[in-house]
T-cell receptor
Framework: TQLLEQSPQFLSIQEGENLTVYCNSS?????LQWYRQEPGEGPVLLVT?????EVKKLKRLTFQFGDARKDSSLHITAAQPGDTGLYLC???????????FGTGTRLKVLA | NAGVTQTPKFQVLKTGQSMTLQCAQD?????MSWYRQDPGMGLRLIHY???????DQGEVPNGYNVSRSTTEDFPLRLLSAAPSQTSVYFC????????????FGPGTRLTVT
């Protein structure tokens, strides 16, 4: 069974702090996505990374795909209360359309 | 565009009852999928479809049935509801391919008593 392990599971920080969330697997992914989900809603796509070593920036969020395409990280600079939510990574191995999701990182940013 | 719509938003069933969760998208996406989300378990893939007339099983397909007669619609049927199927169900769609840029519906919260 393919697994995507996310760490940490929970994170509570003060506004202005930096944080990094990790997504790790023993499988190679053709692409990897990061989503954010708010209570009572469906996940919303933040970014897709495709190439090993790729780095993408979305305002204060920086996403990196590992060189071997087995892992990814999400770094948030100067977190704000609006960043609060459940962050999920997801991916599918090459040639399949069976996406698997990580168990998520629940982030709370305190004002 | 309405995006991905799901009905109903909430549903309570008794054990053994059957029902269909509806999902529709207006983005002409080839790929559609159903997930369930349980506390501490993330999202798990139930069934997916890469186009009209083509469906396949995901990670947790038992107790669920799907069909894809049109590009727009992808209903999920619970054949005989069980308490273990209490969950939040999400439908998603994306362009065909493995980049996985899925668009999710708002979810259906199902309780089986």
């Amino acid at each position: 069974t393919q697994l995507l392990e996310q760490s940490p599971q929970f994170l509570s920080i003060q506004e202005g702090e930096n944080l990094t969330v990790y997504c790790n697997s023993s499988s190679v992914f053709s692409s990897l996505q990061w989503y954010r989900q708010e209570p009572g809603e469906g996940p919303v796509l933040l970014v897709t990374v495709v190439t090993g070593g790729e780095v993408k920036k979305l305002k204060r969020l920086t996403f990196q795909f590992g060189d071997a395409r087995k892992d990814s990280s999400l770094h948030i600079t100067a977190a704000q209360p609006g960043d609060t939510g459940l962050y999920l990574c997801a991916g599918a191995t090459s040639g399949t359309y069976k996406y698997i999701f990580g168990t998520g990182t629940r982030l709370k940013v305190l004002a | 565009n309405a995006g991905v719509t799901q009905t109903p938003k909430f549903q309570v069933l008794k054990t053994g009852q059957s029902m269909t969760l509806q999902c529709a998208q207006d983005m002409n996406h080839e790929y559609m999928s159903w997930y369930r989300q349980d506390p501490g378990m993330g999202l798990r893939l139930i069934h997916y479809s890469v186009g009209a007339g083509i469906t396949d099983q995901g990670e947790v397909p038992n107790g669920y049935n799907v069909s894809r007669s049109t590009t727009e619609d992808f209903p999920l049927r619970l054949l005989s509801a069980a308490p273990s199927q209490t969950s939040v169900y999400f439908c998603a769609s994306s362009y065909w391919g493995d980049r996985g840029e899925q668009y999710f519906g708002p979810g259906t919260r199902l309780t089986v008593t």
